[in-house]
């Protein structure tokens, strides 16, 4: 592995992969995956496909960029690049972010504190290219060199050379996607810059100029959710059968009452799940209706598109995509006349939702918005429902989704209905807003084409799938059974993966889920335990 | 706040080695700007103030010269360091050496205080009539180019950094309740709309709420 990556290379040698990676070449993990012959090899991009998509960062495609057929259309979206980075500069093109990343570009102080925090960069064994700051570089020399004013010579003088061909551009947009905007190196900056608010940015310019952006986030993601109603695919009519299979379902099951209100006008809270839930954790959906039915809660689900779906991939690419859809669920709030949204166990869905959202919701449409980790802490200690932790009597962990904790600090609820509910939970090391991302922030979850799941989880999720190991190191054999609280939809994807691709399930006897499968399976009266573990 | 500004929390907690440089670095900056705050208070009160000023200087200079020329040295030599350095920043480190070199020759070599008392005095009444020692006038000199240049050069961070520490990485102010704040995003809104992607839908004439609200446009696939 090529150490020592120059900033200016980066626009150097077209075809040439800047580095490669090897699995010795990473950080090594604890047993029983201390074996690299153990660990499954990486697919490769074969040389046919190379001829077609551009490969020339590190072996590997997220995007799958068509290689331009000319010159021309080279030159053509060079040009288009260099205008999106003037827009991104300006107030009135991006006034949603444009003062935070122009603070962030002007005033680090490239001292590379940030460098170790970042899990990608370390767990690729502090492979140069996955350096929080070296994208962040090319984009401040680029916009030094070529969108501020002033000689060239001054440009690089202060800031270093770099060329905007189309070697810079295309492998600028494939980096974009090797962060997970996790915001971990913005944490630990002494500088409060945000390298991760910079690689979005950067997603951006390539989405709102150029059109691109990888399929699993805009034709299947956004796109789709705003035409269908879910990024699943699901319109209101499957949305509903699906859902009324599991009421009926695990009302048989549990013994409770799992019926889901649909619509309901002045309700207190509309519940918005991601809808990934209602077709890959259908659990996790009837554990909310339960848990909110046995408390009273005065609640409803909405069979309005797209607000049975919580998801909002523009978070992580494209603002316009992101307020089309933040608007559509908070004018469905309105129209139910509800006192408030609560956003289910999906991270992305509460910063899109809570926070991002709140600068494009004026007037009345900017209903209340609430996590619903607070709300079942209230439940959980309001005494409305009986519990016995020791159904949950076996070894538990809690990760921590970056967009719950580390972005919005929401810390202490989930905890405290852990502690109350799990007699064996334990921390991993860090947690809190010290987390690490699991490896599918920022849509990764949901991406995995040509050879890119092997870069997420080998990569992406290392640091996560140590941690994970570490906390249950006490225990480590397949005869323990452990539970792995994740409460977020896009993290269980990733973890479900992630697990998957270790076998984490028959080596090491991890399975994982949400919080509210926990408290359903602490309920005094279910029929039988709420947590499977095949 | 205060830890991080004055002690370097965050360098101290991921970037020790840098620490060693970084902290007498600014921690010098700090005491020559209480030294320059003393001599200028020694104009009045020389007995309370020219005791403290030498003390503040010599610390001042000793640790900034040491911490910038470690600094200097790191930048040169960490393969971590170099590959993001610029001309600019090496120049901006052997500048701010060469101001507490200076500092520190003119402070050990003669009557420092009592000239800067009299050059301070002189700057503020434009006298300039007063005649000064060599190291004490060249370590005016730079100090004085130094105060033009810093403006220019990223070291503004020690500015920036109220604004950036919090406003960017935590600044997630509601809107309901700050009319000022939603009048603002309401002009914002009704600025046009430039992307030029085909999904955007972007005329020239459309803003951001009619944007954002309109169905959406048809797109060939995208890339
Ligand atoms: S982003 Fe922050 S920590 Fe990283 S190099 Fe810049 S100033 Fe240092
Ligand atoms: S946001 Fe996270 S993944 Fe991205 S560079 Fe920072 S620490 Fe690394």
Same mark, same amino acid.
Request: net charge neutral; aromatic share 14%.
């Given at each position: 592995m090529p150490k020592n990556l120059k900033v200016e290379d980066f626009g150097k040698h077209e075809n040439e992969q800047l580095t490669s990676l090897n699995l010795q070449d990473l950080v090594p993990l604890p047993p029983p995956y201390d074996k690299l012959g153990d660990q499954p090899a990486w697919k490769q991009i074969k040389h046919e496909q190379t001829k077609e998509m551009v490969v020339n960062l590190d072996g590997v495609s997220a995007c799958s960029l068509p290689k331009p057929k000319s010159k021309e259309e080279e030159n053509e979206l060079v040009e288009k690049f260099r205008a999106g980075l003037k827009k991104i500069l300006s107030k009135q093109d991006n006034w949603t972010f444009q003062q935070p990343l122009t603070l962030s570009l002007d005033y680090c102080a490239k001292c590379q504190t940030c460098n170790d925090a970042c899990p990608v960069y370390e767990m690729s064994g502090k492979n140069d290219l996955y350096r929080p700051t070296l994208r962040s570089e090319v984009l401040r020399r680029l916009i030094a060199k070529y969108v501020k004013k002033g000689p060239a010579w001054l440009a690089k003088f202060k800031h270093g050379n770099i060329d905007l061909n189309w070697t810079t551009v295309s492998r600028l947009y494939e980096l974009a996607y090797r962060c997970t905007l996790c915001r971990r190196c913005a944490q630990a900056c002494p500088m409060g810059v945000d390298n991760g608010l910079i690689t979005h940015e950067l997603r951006k310019i390539f989405s709102q100029e150029l059109g691109w952006a990888p399929k699993e986030l805009h034709e299947k993601g956004t796109v789709q959710q705003l035409k269908a109603g879910?990024?699943?695919?699901?319109?209101?009519?499957?949305?509903?059968?699906?859902?009324?299979?599991?009421?009926?379902?695990?009302?048989?099951?549990?013994?409770?009452?799992?019926?889901?209100?649909?619509?309901?006008?002045?309700?207190?809270?509309?519940?918005?799940?991601?809808?990934?839930?209602?077709?890959?954790?259908?659990?996790?959906?009837?554990?909310?209706?339960?848990?909110?039915?046995?408390?009273?809660?005065?609640?409803t689900l909405s069979n309005q598109a797209p607000s049975y779906d919580g998801v909002n991939y523009g978070l992580f690419y494209d603002d316009i995509q992101l307020a089309r859809i933040a608007i559509k669920h908070a004018s469905t709030a309105r129209k139910l006349g509800v006192k408030k949204i609560v956003m289910g166990e999906c991270g992305h869905q509460h910063k899109a939702t809570i926070t991002i959202a709140d600068r494009v919701l004026v007037g009345d449409m900017n209903v209340k918005r609430e996590s619903c980790l607070p709300v079942l802490e209230k439940i959980v200690f309001s005494g409305k429902i009986k519990f016995d932790p020791s159904q949950n009597n076996f070894p538990v962990t809690l990760h921590d989704p970056c967009n719950i904790?580390?972005?919005?600090?929401?810390?202490?609820?989930?905890?405290?209905?852990?502690?109350y509910l799990c007699p064996q939970f334990r921390e991993m090391t860090p947690h809190g807003k010290d987390n690490y991302c699991c490896g599918g922030g920022s849509g990764f979850a949901v991406m995995s084409p040509n050879n890119f799941a092997d870069w997420r989880i080998s990569v992406g999720g290392r640091k996560k799938f140590k941690q994970i190991l570490d906390a249950f190191g006490d225990r480590p054999g397949p005869e323990t059974k452990k539970y792995l609280c994740a409460p977020c939809s896009n993290c269980k994807g990733q973890l479900r993966d992630l697990l998957g691709y270790y076998h984490a399930g028959e080596k090491a006897g991890i399975t994982y889920g949400g919080l509210v499968e926990l408290i359903v399976n602490a309920m005094v009266g279910?029929?039988?335990?709420?947590?499977?573990?095949? | 706040m205060f830890q991080e500004i004055v002690f370097l929390k965050g360098v101290w907690e991921h970037n020790r080695s840098l620490w060693i440089f970084s902290f007498p670095f600014h921690f010098g900056l700090y005491l020559l700007t209480a030294m320059t705050a003393c001599l200028a208070g020694a104009a009045l009160v020389p007995d309370v103030f020219r005791p403290a000023?030498? /003390?503040?200087?010599? &610390?001042?200079?000793?640790?900034?010269?040491?911490? @910038?020329?470690?600094? =200097?040295?790191?930048?040169? !030599?960490?393969?971590k360091l170099k590959?993001?350095?610029?001309?600019?920043?090496?120049?901006?480190?052997?500048?701010?050496?060469?101001?507490?070199?200076?500092?520190?020759?003119?402070?050990?070599?003669?009557?420092?205080?009592?000239?800067?008392?009299?050059?301070?005095?002189?700057?503020?009444?434009?006298?300039?009539? /007063?005649?000064?020692? &060599?190291?004490?006038?060249?370590?005016?000199?730079? @100090?004085?180019?130094? =105060?033009?240049?810093?403006? !220019?050069?990223?070291?503004?961070?020690?500015?920036?950094?109220?604004?950036?520490?919090?406003?960017?990485?935590?600044?997630?102010?509601?809107?309901?309740?700050?009319?000022?704040?939603?009048?603002?995003?309401?002009?914002?809104?009704?600025?046009?709309?430039?992307?030029?992607?085909?999904?955007?839908?972007?005329?020239?004439?459309?803003?951001?709420?009619?944007i954002a609200t309109m169905s959406l446009p048809e797109e060939k696939k995208n890339a």
């Open positions: 879910s990024s699943t695919g699901m319109t209101p009519l499957v949305v509903k059968d699906n859902i009324d299979f599991i009421d009926d379902d695990f009302s048989q099951e549990t013994g409770f009452d799992a019926k889901t209100p649909w619509d309901k006008q002045g309700a207190d809270i509309l519940l918005i799940h991601n809808a990934g839930e209602i077709l890959s954790w259908p659990e996790n959906v009837a554990a909310f209706t339960i848990i909110f039915n046995a408390a009273g809660l005065d609640w904790t580390r972005n919005l600090g929401i810390i202490e609820p989930q905890r405290r209905i852990l502690r279910i029929k039988k335990p709420y947590v499977k573990w095949e | 000023a030498w /003390i503040f200087g010599a &610390a001042g200079y000793i640790l900034g010269a040491f911490g @910038a020329l470690g600094l =200097l040295i790191k930048r040169a !030599f960490d393969p590959t993001f350095a610029s001309l600019s920043s090496y120049f901006n480190l052997v500048f701010l050496a060469a101001l507490f070199l200076s500092g520190a020759a003119a402070l050990f070599s003669g009557p420092f205080l009592c000239q800067m008392t009299s050059f301070i005095r002189a700057f503020f009444t434009v006298n300039p009539g /007063i005649t000064l020692d &060599a190291p004490i006038t060249a370590h005016i000199i730079i @100090a004085m180019l130094f =105060l033009v240049y810093l403006p !220019f050069t990223y070291m503004m961070h020690f500015v920036a950094k109220y604004f950036t520490y919090h406003e960017v990485r935590w600044n997630d102010e509601p809107m309901a309740g700050n009319a000022a704040m939603e009048k603002e995003v309401k002009q914002l809104l009704s600025q046009k709309v430039t992307w030029a992607a085909k999904h955007i839908g972007a005329d020239g004439k459309k803003n951001w709420v009619d």
